[in-house]
């Protein structure tokens, strides 16, 4: 079995004090560090306009939504009261999580047309599936199923004049029949109307390295999930700079990749306040990595 250190080690990525002068790090980001919105699921419904004053207090220039249902809107704001609202606090939403097994599932397009008109008033560029229904993807067959999936639907967000993203966990590089359903859809969607947004902390869960993939796939990686993992628990997440991935040495291929968007996420905090939490991310991102 692969070993902590062993593991991090043959990713290239242990944090291990590597320097890099900063004309070879990525460019500084045009659009602003942006957060995940999911990062503050508990602190959400409780108060929405709040939590989103905190956001841009902590720093951030963007959100990245999740969640969004024609029934409740965002936590309860209509898709007009949230633009207002993100206006009112300095932020943009680039980008949002949109659940699309429905879409996938039985071709219907309820769901779908609602995310599209919400992403349109809030000034979103990406509608993102941020993950998918296993069954869906069981076999090799699947796997292409989905990916011309992922192209039809990219082509309807564009006559919308949106964009398709896809973000990964760890699942998708599961081999079955001699390839992996993140092979696949890298293969055979169109580069020019499916994004990929790469999650770095799951590409590492999955033995992975994310360099590798830049290096094969240059110019497919839009967006960027970017969240530390815990030295001692692979599990856990924590603040950016304070764990095991070398994001130096990652994001310095950022041109490469064709990043245009860094969302920092969190899943989980220990023993200290999320707002906190996300702002030394937040700090970390802008005075080390120039971001």
């Known amino acids: 079995m692969t070993s902590r250190r062993t593991f991090l080690t043959q990713a290239g990525l242990v944090s291990a004090g590597m320097m890099l002068a900063p004309q070879l790090l ?3 980001s045009v659009n602003g560090i942006g957060l995940q919105l999911y990062s503050l699921r508990d602190e959400l419904p409780k108060d929405v306009k709040g ?3 905190k956001v841009a207090k902590a720093g951030y220039k963007e959100v990245e939504t999740y969640g969004y249902s024609k029934q409740n809107g965002f936590w309860g704001l209509s898709a007009k009261e949230f633009s207002a609202l993100l206006k009112a606090n300095g932020l943009k939403t ?6 699309m097994d429905e879409y996938f599932t039985s071709g219907s397009m309820d769901a779908f047309n609602s995310y599209i008109e ?5 000034g979103q560029t990406y509608i993102v599936v941020p993950s998918l229904n296993h069954d869906l993807i069981k076999t090799a067959a699947d796997f292409r199923s989905i990916a011309d999936k992922l192209n039809k639907a990219a082509a309807i967000c564009k006559t919308h004049g949106l964009k398709l993203g896809y973000h990964n966990h760890n699942f998708e590089w599961h081999e079955v029949e001699g390839t992996t359903f993140y092979d696949t859809i890298l293969k055979y969607t169109d580069p020019k109307l499916v994004a990929m947004e790469m999650d770095l902390y799951w590409v590492l869960r999955a033995g992975k390295n994310p360099v590798e993939i830049f290096k094969k796939h240059p110019g497919r990686f839009a967006m960027v999930h970017i969240k530390d993992m815990d030295k001692l628990n692979h599990d856990l997440n924590t603040e950016i700079g304070t764990g095991a991935i070398d994001f130096k040495n990652i994001l310095g291929q950022a041109r490469l990749a064709g990043i ?3 969302i920092v996420e969190q899943e989980n905090f220990t023993n200290i306040d999320p707002y906190k939490s996300i702002a030394k991310s937040s700090a970390y991102l802008k005075t080390k990595l120039y971001l």
């Open 94 to 99: 680039p980008s949002g999580h949109y659940g």
């Open 51 to 53: 939590v989103i004053a």
């Open 260 to 262: 245009k968007h860094y």
């Open 118 to 122: 919400a992403a349109k008033i809030i």
């Open 26 to 28: 990525s460019a500084k």
